[in-house]
């Protein structure tokens, strides 16, 4: 069975430019979730969606930030502009069903602001 | 706000031996889950505990609910060097009797095997 895939597992960009992350969560799973790691604040949770919509967005650091979630196979994470402390693992994880706590993640992207 | 405190920071252990690691909370959690991360991928769900003073196990894998549902182990035995990696415990935030599916992480284990 396929789990959750993410794309591009790295991303190396210019500060200034606009990013993309996509992600694929695993089908049949209702709730997906974007997470950022960093060395300094360990795992932090950005946004989730239950059913493709956004039930809470409050660690989505700035403006900056925006996440959709079209239809229940596909989501994106979008930084515009980007700034050099974006830099990060960005994982993106779905779950079967919200009240069990499961996660499953993906392989995470590894994004490098210069 | 809520924080999950999770200890040894890092252990370096022989291969063959045992691992303990815990975590703990101010605040009860519905949810225990441990998951854990190698280089350069996400992390991977080992355990998941739902009942306090719950004991499960996954292998060489024990993992515990805590009776007062603010605190859980993981106990590792008999060490290999795949073991080697980060663990992390989190905690699904409570909200009345239903889990919120949002997760709070621990700082994370690292684990360094000695073969």
């Known amino acids: 069975d396929a789990g959750v895939i993410q794309s591009p597992r790295h991303e190396v960009t210019e500060m200034g430019q606009e990013v993309t992350l996509r992600c694929k969560p695993i089908s049949g799973h209702n709730s997906l979730f974007w997470y950022r790691q960093t060395m300094m604040r360990g795992l932090e949770l950005l946004i989730y969606f239950n059913n493709n919509v956004p039930i809470d967005d409050s660690g989505m650091p700035e403006d900056r930030f925006s996440a959709k979630m079209p239809n229940a196979s596909f989501s994106t994470l979008k930084i515009q502009p980007s700034e050099p402390r974006d830099s990060a693992v960005y994982f993106c994880a779905s779950s079967p069903d919200r009240g069990l706590g499961e996660q499953y993640f993906g392989p995470g992207t590894r994004l490098t602001v210069t | 706000g809520q924080q999950l405190n999770q200890s040894p920071q890092s252990m370096f252990i022989q291969e063959g031996e045992d691992v303990s690691m815990n975590c703990t909370s101010s605040s009860i959690f519905n949810t225990w889950l441990w998951y854990k991360q190698d280089p350069g991928e996400g992390p991977v769900l080992l355990i998941a505990?739902?009942?306090?003073?719950e004991l499960t196990s996954n292998g060489r894998l024990t993992a515990q609910f805590g009776i007062t549902r603010k605190d859980s182990f993981l106990n590792i035995s008999a060490s290999i060097p795949s073991d080697v990696g980060i663990y992390f415990c989190?905690?699904?935030?409570?909200?009345?009797?239903?889990?919120?599916?949002?997760?709070?992480f621990g700082q994370g284990t690292t684990l360094q095997v000695k073969p």
């Open positions: 989190a905690g699904d935030k409570t909200h009345g009797s239903s889990n919120t599916g949002k997760l709070i």
């Open positions: 505990l739902y009942k306090a003073g």
